[in-house]
């Protein structure tokens, strides 16, 4: 069983940044992709941005040029940067690792979820 434990989330005011980490109970180099997905109320849990384990990485275009994901210094970590963050950021951000075939957007294969780490902007 595979367990992931989010951290960094809280209350920041529009234009701030925050720092969300994921920690996996085994290497992430084990999984084919580490992801970061976050739902807002009444929405539905959307994709934010990706890592391969080949190190290729993308976003949702909402996020851009704001948002960094990235691997951590321990082995077990990845990492979402988030500047500029806006009141439409906030939702509950939830760490995805995933064992898939195919494309990571059509992908087969399993997924694992952390608990979630809520985030919110508002001044």
Sequence with gaps: ????VESGGGLVQPGGSLRL???ASRSIFNFNAMG????APGKERELVAFVTSGGSTD???SVKGRFTISR???KNTVVL???SLKPEDTAVYYCNAAYYSGSYYDRRGTDYWGQGTQVTVSS
Excluded: P, T
């Design 36 to 39: 970061w997905y976050r739902q």
């Design 21 to 23: 980490s994921c920690a």
């Design 72 to 74: 951590g210094s321990a």
């Design 59 to 61: 976003y949702a275009d």
């Design 81 to 83: 940067q988030m500047n």
């Design 1 to 4: 069983q595979v367990q992931l």
